[in-house]
């Protein structure tokens, strides 16, 4: 029998365990330094526990910039792991290379903070989309398995993200900063150590299968490797003319800029696959269906993902954190919404396989649109509370908290069917790279939230709150209208 295919957790492939531990582990590190990464830009960059001083603007412009390209660079870390390592490797190497950027930023300055920023890029970019794409390759026999294997998955996502905020938190929030970035490496390091301890577990799952000569892959490796260095000179050089005042550019705008470059380079992307990638009328079609996802996806991140900075700042500023004489640190609240997942995870994935099993689930496309409407609900509740919150009077935390539950009903609706929808729909020669834009949908998404949560500079917390509440809830109502066409394209895939 297949390694990767033997029972023995939760009646799922011993394999998932491995990558489970894994990913809880890096989601661990990043979420733990995800909390305090807005609160230690903005916090003074004098005192006991010295922050970096910055603006709210320029904090989230720097939080939406970094979270972008987190998500981004998994669409070429998923051509590396399809066309030249395979995805077992690229998860290791992303490991390594985010591990080492968490140590960077303990080093406290402010040189080594930005170099460990693009450290965790990078790694994150070759780890997060191919982690998930060996979960699918455990199931090659898909249906609402595949769904519930994703769902427990998913669960061990929110595990490490509860751990992370927070030890994180408390480290770096309450002692020093630095050493909460620092506990956010040793979690990566756990994980490393774990995925290489499960290696015999996974099978075949994430080995390179391209069917190509070693000749054929040594000529595209170096070829890749040729680009990457052009591009990685060009990005010094800009770096350069940025620092020393040669190019004057906000951060806001940069985020804009890129935002347009990112949506125009997936459209032209998608484009060019549908009509010159070689594909069949039913890939075509699926591959349409994947862009629709795509959009719905990016218009969820951008409300969801404000949880690491306006969410936090209002955490921060205008919540009663104090509980039995102890305030608790603003970073920890972030822990409120995985809490939920892990709770609801396991109840969702058991629901998705009762109503399959009596020809009642709702197909992909619904779900995506429940999830929209799931997030506009969090936010009006939210802008309800914020009407009636002041710094001399903060709410009580209980409006978070209603908040964060009604948005992990609708990541629950979205997130994991998303992440199985797209190892459904992807043509298999374009798995990995399918759920990369998976994932690009989410860098537009954390983008577009640093930018709006810049606007809590000039714009009233409440004013923001239901003005996003207004536009994905839009976004859920469109969803569920179209559901039915966007079915008929997925063909059999449900």
Known sequence: MNAASGKGFFGHPRGLATLFFTE???????????????????????????????????????????????YVLSLPGGWVADKLWGQRKAVFVGGCIIAAGHFSMAVPTTTFFFIGL???????????????SMVGDLYPEGGARRDAGFSIFYMGINVGAIL????????GEGYNWHYGFS????????????YKYGFKFLGDAGDLKTGESEEILQKRSKKFYGILSFITALLVIFGFL????????????????????????????????????????????????????????????????????????????????????????????????????????????????WLANRNANPSIP????????????????????????????????????????????????????????MTKLAPKSRVSQMMGIWFVAAALGNLFAGIMAGQLETLAPTNLFWSVALFVGGGGIIALLASPGVKKLMGDVE
């Open 24 to 70: 809880l582990w890096e989601r661990f590190s990043y979420y733990g330094m995800r909390a305090l990464l807005v609160l230690f830009m903005t916090a003074e960059a004098m005192g006991s526990n010295p922050g970096l001083g910055f603006s709210v603007g320029k904090a989230t412009a720097i939080y939406g910039l970094y979270t972008f390209f987190v």
């Open 118 to 132: 693009a450290l965790i890029v990078i790694g994150t970019g070759l780890l997060k989309p191919n982690v998930s």
């Open 164 to 171: 992370g905020p927070l030890l994180c938190g408390i480290l």
């Open 183 to 194: 506990l956010a490496g040793f979690g990566m390091v756990l994980g490393l150590i774990s």
């Open 242 to 353: 940025v620092s020393s005042g040669a190019i004057t550019v906000t951060l806001e705008a940069m985020a804009e800029y890129l935002g347009y470059a990112a949506v125009a380079i997936t459209v032209a992307f998608f484009a060019y696959i549908i009509f010159f990638g070689g594909h069949t009328s039913e890939e075509k079609k699926k591959l349409g269906v994947i862009f629709w996802l795509f959009i719905l996806a990016a218009i969820f991140w951008s409300g969801f993902e404000q949880a690491g900075s306006s969410l936090n700042l209002f955490a921060k500023d205008l919540t009663d954190r104090v509980i039995l004489g102890t305030e608790v640190p603003a970073s920890t609240l972030q822990l409120i919404n995985p809490f939920f997942i892990v709770i609801f995870a396991p109840i969702f994935g058991w629901l998705w396989t």
């Open 366 to 421: 619904v779900k995506f649109g429940l999830g929209l409407l799931g997030l506009a609900a969090g936010f009006f509740v939210l802008s309800w509370g914020a009407a009636n919150a002041t710094a001399a009077n903060p709410v009580t935390p209980a409006w978070l908290v209603v908040t964060y539950f009604l948005h992990t009903c609708g990541e629950l609706a979205l997130s994991p069917v998303g992440l199985s929808s």
